[in-house]
Nanobody
Framework: QVEPVESGGDSVQAGGSLKLSCRFG???????MEWYRQVPGKEREYVAR???????QYSDAVKGRFIVSRDNAKNTLYLQMNNLKIDDTAVYYC??????????WGRGTQVTVSS
């Protein structure tokens, strides 16, 4: 199985923007793809999902601020994060949705938002 590789994490000030990328293996065109995040001591939290049709879904915490997209030709998933808040600080992970298997986790990418 090919683990996804997340990138694009950085340290930014509140109100700023970042765009995360996730390279995943081949043959994921029909998979739902998802973003999660985790802070130390807490469970991994769902952030966003994009269906193979391109339709997105978001958690209430990020709706209206984050945009999920995908480029199947590049085997890449994106997460555009705008108006970042301190509470968005976390390690961000991508993963295939439960309509595909296997669904390995990547190593994640750190996003730190400061005041």
């Amino acid at each position: 199985q090919v683990e996804p590789v997340e990138s694009g994490g950085d340290s930014v000030q509140a109100g700023g923007s970042l765009k995360l990328s996730c390279r995943f293996g081949p043959n994921h065109e029909l998979c739902e793809m998802e973003w999660y995040r985790q802070v130390p001591g807490k469970e991994r939290e769902y952030v966003a999902r994009i269906f193979n049709t391109g339709v997105p879904q978001y958690s209430d915490a990020v709706k209206g601020r984050f945009i999920v997209s995908r480029d199947n030709a590049k085997n890449t998933l994106y997460l555009q994060m705008n108006n970042l808040k301190i509470d968005d600080t976390a390690v961000y992970y991508c993963r295939a949705g439960d309509n595909c298997s296997p669904r390995p986790w990547g190593r994640g990418t750190q996003v730190t938002v400061s005041s």
